[in-house]
């Protein structure tokens, strides 16, 4: 089993940034990448962003490209979400995930989920 705790939510202006932490605790083989989906209301949850752990390899949506950055730090088994120029329509509920997925944006294919945080951009 694996426990995933979220923090780092907020309300932001736009073109603020905000720091999404997710740490991970609990059985480390059962999973070999993170992730971050977002998911806003009426909509489907979406994978914005992902690694894994072997060579640290990264991937993120288009709609996040060059404005979002995620990392892991393996001593605190802790994954990281650096938003940077955040915008309205980045408003949604982020949640990270863990497990052996591919591709990195199926959320079928994470066993392991935390509770959520808010995130809320202001124009």
């Known amino acids: 089993q694996l426990q995933l705790v979220e923090s780092g939510g907020g309300s932001v202006q736009a073109g603020g940034s905000l720091r999404l932490s997710c740490a991970a605790s609990?059985?480390?083989?059962?999973?070999?990448?993170m992730g971050w989906f977002r998911q806003a209301p009426g909509k489907e949850r979406e994978g914005v962003a992902a690694?894994?752990?072997?060579?640290?390899?990264?991937y993120y949506a288009d709609s996040v490209k060059d404005r979002f950055t995620i990392s892991l730090d393996n001593a605190k088994r802790t994954v990281y979400l650096q938003m940077n120029s955040l915008k309205p329509e980045d408003t949604a509920m982020y949640y990270c995930?863990?497990?052996?997925?591919?591709?990195?944006?199926?959320?079928?294919?994470?066993?392991?989920w935390g509770q959520g945080t808010q995130v809320t951009v202001s124009s």
């Open positions: 995930a863990a497990g052996r997925p591919y591709p990195w944006y199926s959320r079928y294919e994470y066993n392991y």
């Open positions: 609990g059985d480390a083989s059962s999973w070999n990448a």
């Open positions: 690694i894994y752990t072997g060579r640290m390899t990264t």
